[in-house]
């Protein structure tokens, strides 16, 4: 669907963006990532046409963004990060104007009413825009992107400014959008990126240092593979119980949690074998309830800030 490919932007002896290469594929969720200044927003204004590159492609649904602009941009909704809203206007009579602007072709009042359905809008359809929360002036904002049925949905930070209510409601719009678009999302809440995207770009210092699964990323840079479990039931023979199960490493007693024989347990198995599903057979057998179990794996925040530090850059621009 899009295909950025050895990507240039150079700015004087600068280079904002560093021959960078990626896909993203139909119906895919990818979050976007990188710190102040490493070159997230000027890739992202690239792909949407704001910017030219000064060398490299981007291809949208089969258009180069410069050779067929028109045909590349009609394929792409953009949000962003400060959504581009005329205050003094109704929210209908917005819309309208963005559906003439863009030219659209599908049914105007069918396809506005369905737009305003689906984000929620409806019931401030007639009030102008100047008076909405700061949440319904998001709403509006990927309304608009979504005028034309895109088949790419790119949002910069489109939780920004809201409430921990307006951010789970916007999160799963995002989710919702995701089964019929394909979805960019830039974010600095790395949670919200973790929860909704697939798969996670990270760009520092105008270079790809990352692309793959929250996951696999995590595994891939833990040197922690081990989970804590949390038992309630007699210590030594749970611990005999877990030193016995297939390609455990080691089993370590951290000794009493609760009150009422709960006991804590630190295991680690074979790396790229995943056993919680045998300890949880095994323990359940036994009918020693698991209260909790936690991997110790590394969180995308943690990712985020070691592919980002100095020490990982080169040069380490800040």
């Given at each position: 669907?899009?295909?950025?490919?050895?990507?240039?932007?150079?700015?004087?002896?600068?280079?904002?963006?560093?021959?960078?290469?990626?896909?993203?594929?139909?119906?895919?969720?990818l979050?976007f990532?990188?710190?102040?200044?490493?070159?997230?927003?000027?890739?992202?204004?690239?792909?949407?046409?704001?910017?030219?590159?000064?060398?490299?492609?981007?291809?949208?649904?089969?258009?180069?963004?410069?050779?067929?602009?028109?045909?590349?941009?009609?394929?792409?909704?953009?949000?962003?990060?400060?959504?581009p809203?005329?205050?003094?206007?109704?929210?209908?009579?917005?819309?309208?104007?963005?559906?003439?602007?863009?030219?659209?072709?599908?049914?105007?009042?069918?396809?506005?009413?369905?737009?305003?359905?689906?984000?929620?809008?409806?019931?401030?359809?007639?009030?102008?825009?100047?008076?909405?929360?700061?949440?319904?002036r998001?709403?509006?904002?990927?309304?608009?992107?979504?005028?034309?049925?895109?088949?790419?949905?790119?949002?910069?930070?489109?939780?920004?400014?809201?409430?921990?209510?307006?951010?789970i409601?916007?999160?799963?719009?995002?989710?919702?959008?995701?089964?019929?678009?394909?979805?960019i999302?830039?974010?600095?809440?790395?949670?919200?990126?973790?929860?909704v995207?697939?798969?996670?770009i990270?760009?520092?210092?105008?270079?790809?240092?990352a692309?793959?699964?929250?996951?696999?990323?995590?595994?891939?840079?833990?040197?922690?593979?081990?989970?804590?479990?949390?038992?309630e039931?007699?210590?030594?023979?749970?611990?005999?119980?877990?030193?016995?199960?297939p390609?455990?490493?080691?089993?370590?007693?951290?000794?009493?949690?609760?009150?009422?024989?709960?006991?804590?347990?630190?295991?680690?198995?074979?790396?790229?074998?995943?056993?919680?599903r045998?300890?949880?057979?095994?323990?359940?057998?036994r009918?020693?309830?698991?209260?909790?179990?936690?991997?110790?794996?590394?969180?995308?925040?943690?990712?985020?800030?070691?592919?980002?530090?100095?020490?990982?850059?080169?040069?380490?621009?800040?």
């Amino acid at each position: 669907m899009i295909e950025v490919k050895n990507l240039v932007k150079q700015y004087g002896k600068k280079r904002a963006v560093d021959d960078v290469t990626f896909t993203v594929n139909k119906g895919e969720i990818l979050g976007f990532l990188g710190p102040n200044g490493a070159g997230k927003s000027t890739t992202m204004n690239i792909i949407t046409g704001y910017l030219s590159a000064t060398s490299g492609t981007v291809t949208i649904n089969g258009h180069e963004i410069l050779d067929d602009p028109v045909n590349a941009k009609k394929s792409i909704g953009y949000l962003p990060e400060l959504p581009p809203l005329y205050l003094d206007m109704t929210v209908k009579d917005y819309l309208d104007f963005v559906y003439d602007l863009n030219k659209a072709k599908l049914p105007r009042n069918q396809h506005i009413q369905e737009i305003c359905e689906l984000v929620k809008i409806t019931d401030v359809y007639n009030r102008l825009i100047k008076n909405l929360s700061k949440g319904y002036r998001q709403r509006v904002g990927i309304a608009q992107a979504l005028i034309g049925n895109p088949e790419v949905l790119i949002l910069d930070e489109p939780t920004v400014g809201l409430d921990p209510k307006q951010i789970i409601e916007i999160r799963n719009l995002i989710k919702e959008l995701g089964k019929k678009h394909t979805v960019i999302l830039s974010s600095h809440i790395l949670s919200e990126v973790q929860a909704v995207c697939e798969r996670v770009i990270v760009i520092n210092n105008g270079k790809l240092v990352a692309d793959d699964t929250p996951d696999n990323l995590s595994k891939d840079m833990s040197t922690d593979h081990t989970l804590t479990v949390r038992v309630e039931g007699p210590e030594d023979e749970i611990y005999k119980l877990l030193t016995k199960i297939p390609n455990m490493v080691s089993v370590q007693a951290l000794g009493e949690k609760e009150n009422g024989g709960v006991y804590d347990f630190s295991v680690e198995a074979k790396k790229g074998e995943d056993i919680r599903r045998e300890v949880f057979k095994r323990l359940a057998a036994r009918n020693w309830p698991i209260l909790s179990m936690r991997t110790n794996q590394l969180t995308l925040e943690d990712i985020f800030l070691q592919l980002t530090s100095e020490d990982k850059s080169n040069g380490g621009a800040k």
